[in-house]
């Protein structure tokens, strides 16, 4: 069976949509698996494809992918090259050498049962890279700005700083640059020309002081701030655990008797923004306080003891591990060597406390794989080994105070209803749920909730489309709120709720369609409840007036001009309209 032999007639650019789509699917699961595009495949897989009959036939799909593919191989091929160029910007033969396939062909080849059967294999990396990229831009964007100090001459007012300051999982900050000013001497003296000490940390300012106890207590270390603090405890009998926030003048003081001062300088959202602004607050206090300022070295290195970046944690987090399970991947992994305490005192930062960044992070990935039908047994095997499969079907007890089961089919109805809105054709559906066969799908949930297929384009779409065709709505904006990827899918469902048959759900006919319903100023009710065999009179007296107005500006209109003015209209109507125009003008 050719193409030209098909119910709906395809042009060259709907063949490559349809292998295009074909591709898209389904070869890159053949591709990791090392396996060929062939008969037995093809033939199995189309068996399951199953596309609503009113849109394209399973047997338009079947029979259209083996005359493509079988038929008229050189032309599939030709197709099969373009898309090879454009997902993997390399030839065919390229692709060959580096994957060890080849082109498609009759040769048969066995394919793996393995390959068809579900559930899929879930990929994590793809489901958790929306968190990774949305806080990659959030961090991008706060990089090109500057959060410094007003007064020393920065951008911020010192009560905005101290507001990011004090809410880190607000915020979402990296660090800070931070100033401490010796303000008395030995003698508990005011003095104004005390010791300069600037640094960053990644921690707050209390954690970050308790590392310079250390460093100046109990590894005696010989720089002039470490000097001053034993002078001031030793002599001076001074407490330096002693520390105080920020008050509303951005000034916290260190010490019982207040012997320094510490402030920030300037609040950063990336590891590598603040060590370059910490050498520029270094550079800018040694030119204006040449003898003042405690600092050796350009500045740039160092820090916290320990560095856990929120991009680390959020994938651990919503693969559902633990801070003790983190704190042992973060040192395999990463090299980075802490406790689960400390773990735990960093998600607390970002996210004030782990109960809520598993809201965040674990509850809409588990959200996402029950609406694609995996089931709690498949998740506590693949998807979560460190829980049993009791244990994920309490967490939706603990997310969504509902048992798992109920609302894993509550998520796939849902899931549903947005695949039908998106125009999907069932094969594509079955792509994305990837969890559950398609046959319990069709089988039961559907006729369970909908009735069938049909019913369930007829019952969800249509009373969407006819409530926004009657708004006068173009087909774009109809697309786009449906979240369509093409007009052509509308044009597809309008053709099945309205009744359209074979050359009518051209684009010529459509159109005619949505200026009878603004002409008409139909109702949403009026809009869907009329068929075409109740308006085809109209619409062809909608379309003679169009040729009739195209006729007195043009007399000698050609039949090649009238087919791209009316691509719906058949040759015959081309000569009896002109006869017809002829006599009225």
């Not at 809105?421 to 319990?440: N, Q, R």
């Amino acid at each position: 069976m050719s193409l030209k032999n098909l119910s709906i007639k395809y042009s060259e650019q709907d063949d490559t949509t349809l292998v295009y789509r074909f591709l898209d699917l389904h070869f890159p699961l053949l591709l990791n698996n090392g396996f060929f595009l062939n008969w037995e495949y093809t033939c199995d897989l189309c068996s399951k494809a199953y596309l609503n009959q009113n849109i394209i036939s399973s047997e338009h799909y079947i029979k259209g992918m083996e005359n493509l593919i079988f038929i008229t191989l050189p032309k599939f091929n030709k197709i099969y090259e373009n898309w090879i160029r454009q997902k993997y910007q390399m030839s065919s033969d390229n692709l060959i050498a580096k994957f060890g396939i080849t082109q498609y062909s009759k040769k048969s080849h066995k394919v793996s049962e393995g390959y068809i059967a579900k559930p899929y294999p879930i990929d994590f990396d793809e489901l958790i890279e929306p968190f990774i990229f949305g806080l990659q831009q959030y961090i991008a964007e706060k990089d090109r700005e500057e959060h410094s100090n007003i007064r020393y001459g920065g951008t911020h007012p010192i009560l905005t700083l101290i507001d990011i300051y004090s809410h880190r999982a607000k915020y979402q900050w990296s660090g800070i640059i931070y100033k401490i000013t010796q303000i008395k001497d030995i003698g508990m003296n005011p003095i104004d020309d005390g010791l300069i000490q600037i640094g960053f940390t990644t921690e707050r300012f209390s954690s970050r002081w308790f590392w310079y106890q250390v460093d100046a207590f109990e590894n005696n270390k010989e720089l002039e701030i470490y000097q001053l603090m034993r002078d001031f405890e030793n002599i001076a009998s001074e407490n330096l655990k002693k520390l105080t926030r920020l008050s509303k003048d951005g000034i916290g003081f260190i010490g019982k008797n207040g012997v320094f001062t510490w402030e920030i300088l300037e609040i950063c959202w990336s590891d590598s923004k603040l060590r370059t602004r910490e050498i520029d607050w270094i550079k800018k206090f040694k030119e204006e306080f040449k003898n003042r300022i405690g600092n050796i070295d350009t500045g740039g290195k160092g820090g916290s003891k320990i560095i856990i970046p929120p991009i680390l944690l959020i994938p651990l987090i919503a693969r559902g591990f633990w801070s003790p399970k983190i704190a042992e991947i973060l040192g395999i992994e990463y090299g980075i060597i802490c406790s689960k305490d400390v773990v735990l005192k960093r998600i607390n930062e970002y996210w004030v406390s782990i109960d809520n960044a598993r809201i965040l992070f674990l509850k809409p990935i588990l959200e996402i794989l029950m609406s694609q039908g995996y089931s709690a047994t498949y998740l506590s095997e693949n998807g979560f080994p460190h829980e049993s499969s009791h244990g994920v079907a309490n967490l939706s007890n603990i997310f969504w105070n509902t048992d798992f089961q109920t609302k894993r089919l509550e998520l796939i109805k849902e899931h549903l209803i947005r695949l039908f809105k998106k125009g999907y054709e069932v094969y594509e559906m079955d792509f994305e749920l990837k969890g559950v066969p398609w046959e319990t799908v069709r089988k039961e949930y559907i006729p369970q909730w909908c009735g069938s297929n049909k019913d369930a384009r007829i019952i969800i779409v249509k009373p969407i489309i006819a409530e926004m065709l009657s708004e006068g709505r173009s087909l774009r904006e109809i697309a786009i709120y449906l979240k369509q990827d093409s007009i052509d899918r509308l044009r597809k469902q309008i053709s099945l709720f309205w009744g359209f048959k074979g050359g009518l759900c051209l684009w010529g006919g459509i159109l005619n369609f949505l200026e009878y319903i603004k002409f008409k100023r139909l109702t949403p009710i009026e809009v869907y409840n009329i068929s075409y065999e109740d308006i085809k009179e109209d619409l062809m007296k909608l379309d003679y007036l169009k040729f009739l107005s195209e006729y007195k500006k043009n007399p000698n209109m050609s039949l090649s001009m009238f087919r791209s003015l009316f691509p719906d209209q058949s040759q015959s109507n081309y000569y009896y309209w002109m006869q017809k125009a002829k006599k009225k003008i």
